[in-house]
């Protein structure tokens, strides 16, 4: 039911907004030319939908908030969805993973070069996803400075491929030390930081190892990056570079179970729940005895090793690489898609992964309005559904109170 | 030593400083309040900017003179910005009060996104020549050397606003009710006060300080672009830490502090890694002082 009230105050956003976007929006200045663009049918694009959105934000809000009036305090309130349903069950859930092992193996039969390469792309951001989400969906740790890990593991396998010519499979382990080594340098430091300042300081040195990358020519060539970087090897087999693709595709797929497996078992650890313990209260954690010092700092590593691995293969895959691919925005998308996945769940990584790679790349037309929605996307995620699509399932433990009378 | 090039980055760092300190005080005042790095806050400058520009080159047109230009552009680039940091703080924040810190932070790097992206898709992404509007004083003439009449108007514009930012803070109403807000949000909405306004009074006090900063820096420097906010705004950041965060005289000395370092690190040592050495410094007071140089550290209560 529409009420006049109701259609009042979105007519007020509608007329709010167009004055908000009037000079951004409608005018476009050629200082160098002297020329002015209006482009009046933009404001009143904006107007209509910032009508027709203001009653959904309204409606979303009032769901939100009927929702959290049912919620029980004594009831495990969390509503399973459909897709944990689906993996709960071994009805549907046995033919799914055998339709899902089919597609997998069959991928790179099925479709072109392009598709495969894409498709790495993804999976490599899936890997990187699985390593953030130890930082900040398991430790609540919020890491700004990602990307800082993932273009060390990238020129730890250009450089040392260029000094020492060691191959692939040495310099995949190698860069995930590395990494690891500089999660730590990162993690120490910063031990003592609450949430905020962490941020801030994770995302300034992200933005250090980038210009020292960009700026000292002797050590890392500079902007100009590193080419010819080799793809990896299988025990010496010369291939053509579409044997390469679906080589590297299949190792990805290796590597991306691996990971999932190894989170998982992490997930389920001592260290696992000392540090989702450390996510919920850090007092308390350490009132239980759980050393916060080294728990922080093995999620720094862990998270950096996994990055550290994607940027070998980064660098493998591309064969180039230089200090453009590892800006402050690469960070984002990749928190971006743990946040839109679900924070801590592993299947809400893949699958935000696979949403945020994938959709870009086959929807052409609005691959420049990508970083716009992402931003949407982050800031409507965190009002209305901060868990995720596929919301990490919480550990509960019910009580029920035992009638004593 | 040369004491004439010395001056110059000193003064340098000291209009450096006076631009960082207009951003840095509306990320203080926001945090001292709902305790939220508002990672929007440098969109609004680069917004602020933005406005200024296009109402100077639209005015510059109609064949104003250049003082009337200044003023207007001056105008319009506060009144947006005032009004771009009223409408993200009531649809980014304001819902999100009660959430989890975390949520709040990754909100407002989103809305920075947003808002970016939002100026490039609707303007350029091309740095775009900035007017400059601050006219060269003739009385100036004599000491333009050691200092150009444009720095001289950051200067003053700064001392200005810093000042009247400081009475309106001691000595109003709303300055009283913004104090008590920070001390403790219960308690203020108890004996009264309009949390919720005087939180968006907040945004717009700090959203108008960048939109000056930001409309002189744009001028003094000649160019901008989409991307000016995001470095301006980590800067402003660095700075009010440095200072203490949530305290406003220390927002301003940590931007001086934070301007001439930076000034005489470029001028004596190398400019290719001033940002680097910004993050350095930051990182250091993090490790060493972590409440700031004004800052009181703070007892976390169980």
Known sequence: MVTFEEIKKSFLACIWFMFLTFPIMVIRVNTVQNEIEWRWKNMILIGIASFILSFFWRNLFRQKIKKGKQKDPYENTEKISIFQKVLKEKKYYFPGTVALCFFVIGFPLLFSLYQINIMITALIYVMLGLGLNIVVGLAGLLDLGYVAFYAVGAYSYALLHYHFGIGFWIALPLGGLLSAFFGILLGYPVLRLRGDYLAIVTLGFGEIIRLILENWNEFSFGPSGIANIPRPGFFGIKMSLEGHTIYLYYLMILLVLFTIFVVNRLQNSRIGRAWIALREDEIACQAMGIDKAKTKLTAFALGATWAGMGGVIFAAKTTFINPASFTIWESIIILCIVVLGGMGSIFGVISGAMILILLPEYLRAFSEYRMLIFGVVLVVMMIFRPGGIIPDIRRAYKYKSKETH | ?302
């Not at chain 2, 010395?6 to 709902?34: K, N, Q």
């Not at chain 2, 909100?107 to 006219?135: C, E, H, K, R, W």
């Not at chain 2, 000042?163 to 009283?176: E, H, S, Y």
């Open chain 2, 1 to 302: 030593m040369d004491w004439n090039y010395f001056l110059e980055l000193f003064l340098g760092g000291l209009t450096r400083g006076s631009i960082y300190a207009l951003i840095a005080l509306g990320y203080t005042m926001v945090y001292g309040i709902i305790e939220l790095i508002n990672f929007a806050h440098g969109e609004i400058y680069m917004i602020g900017a933005f406005t200024a520009l296009i109402v100077a080159t639209v005015l510059s047109m109609l064949g104003m003179n250049q003082f009337a230009i200044l003023i207007c552009a001056m105008v319009a680039a506060v009144v947006y910005s005032c009004a771009y940091g009223f409408t993200v703080e009531k649809l980014a924040y304001k819902p999100l009060r009660k959430a989890p810190r975390l949520s709040a932070l990754i909100s407002a790097i989103g809305m920075s996104l947003f808002l970016q992206n939002y100026v490039l898709l609707a303007q350029t992404s091309d740095f775009l020549p900035f007017p400059s509007l601050i006219p060269d004083f003739e009385f100036w003439e004599p000491y333009a050397h050691v200092i150009s009449s444009q720095e001289l108007v950051i200067l003053m514009t700064s001392f200005v606003v810093m000042v009247l930012l400081t009475l309106l803070i001691k000595f109003t109403k709303i300055g009283k009710a913004m104090r008590a807000t920070a001390q403790d949000k219960v308690m203020a909405a108890l004996v009264g006060i309009d949390v919720n306004r005087v939180i968006s009074v907040t945004f717009i006090v700090g959203s108008a300080t960048a939109a000056i900063g930001g409309v002189l820096i744009a001028s003094h420097i000649g160019q901008i672009n989409f991307y000016i906010g995001f470095i301006a705004g980590i800067k402003a950041f660095v700075a009010a830490v440095l200072g203490g965060i949530g305290s406003i005289p220390g927002a301003v000395l940590g931007s001086f502090v934070l301007g001439w370092t930076e000034s005489f690190f470029t001028g004596y040592i190398s400019s290719d890694y001033e940002d680097v050495f910004a993050f350095m410094f930051l990182v250091f007071i993090l490790i060493f002082r972590p409440a700031g140089i004004l800052g009181r550290s703070e007892t976390q209560k169980v």
